[in-house]
């Protein structure tokens, strides 16, 4: 079982930028599809990114298009979200996900593995 461990979050101000981080660990990197999801106090758990493992076919959520990018180093077993042009409706915990699986990348249960979150808080 492959094991996650996010960092990177952070305060910043509308504007601004993050990089988040995850690391794995416990399995073969290559064999996951990796994504980011948050969850905002009192909503639920939302898709925001995925990169496919055989062919790095990405896709986002529409809200962070233009401005989140998705990228993957296998070398260093790392998944990477950074984060441009923040607005405060991006205030969440981010949890990174990994995936054996080639199914639907935005759907939360299709995810064999969570890291534990890192809090992203955007003020305006």
């Known amino acids: 079982q492959v094991h996650l461990v996010e960092s990177g979050g952070g305060l910043v101000q509308a504007g601004g930028s993050l990089r988040l981080s995850c690391v794995a660990s416990?399995?073969?990197?290559?064999?996951?599809?990796m994504a980011w999801f948050r969850q905002a106090p009192g909503k639920e758990r939302e898709f925001v990114a995925a990169?496919?493992?055989?062919?790095?076919?990405?896709q986002f959520l529409d809200s962070v298009k233009g401005r989140f990018t998705i990228l993957r180093d296998n070398a260093k077993s790392t998944v990477y979200l950074q984060m441009n042009n923040l607005k405060p409706e991006d205030t969440a915990v981010y949890y990174c996900?990994?995936?054996?699986?080639?199914?639907?990348?935005?759907?939360?249960?299709?995810?064999?593995?969570w890291g534990q979150g890192t809090q992203v808080t955007v003020s305006s």
């Open positions: 416990g399995g073969n990197f290559f064999d996951y599809g």
């Open positions: 996900a990994a995936k054996v699986s080639f199914n639907d990348q935005t759907r939360g249960g299709n995810y064999d593995a």
């Open positions: 990169i496919r493992q055989i062919d790095s076919l990405i």
